[in-house]
């Protein structure tokens, strides 16, 4: 069964800095790309950044460009979201997502539960 569950959400002062991860099972980091998505109260869901099998990254939204920073560790099978300097902005429900390889993350085949990220001014 394929499986993501976020953790590392919380509450936390603009300015500050959080690190989400999301553990994969039911398959390998090898097998799909994990794609970071926000969704805040009254918005739509958005992507934030892209992470292929390899490592490479993408970043999704030009508000986070430079300060969000996708990682993964593949013994772990668990990929990071690293989010510095946030702003309330960034407050969402953030989640994590396996998706197609090479679709830039456009085709999800599984989400994770979501966590939580406030970020107070």
């Known amino acids: 069964e394929v499986q993501l569950v976020e953790s590392g959400g919380g509450l936390v002062q603009a300015g500050g800095s959080l690190r989400l991860s999301c553990a994969a099972s039911g398959f390998t980091l090898d097998d799909y790309d994990i794609g970071w998505f926000r969704q805040a109260p009254g918005k739509e869901r958005e992507g934030v950044s892209c992470i292929s099998s390899s490592g490479d990254t993408t970043v999704l939204t030009d508000s986070v460009k430079g300060r969000f920073v996708a990682s993964s560790d593949n013994a772990k099978n668990t990929v990071y979201l690293q989010m510095n300097s946030l702003k309330p902005e960034d407050t969402a429900v953030y989640y994590c997502?396996?998706?197609?390889?090479?679709?830039?993350?456009?085709?999800?085949?599984?989400w994770g539960q979501g966590t939580q990220v406030t970020v107070s001014s």
């Open positions: 997502a396996a998706v197609l390889p090479f679709s830039n993350c456009r085709l999800v085949s599984s």
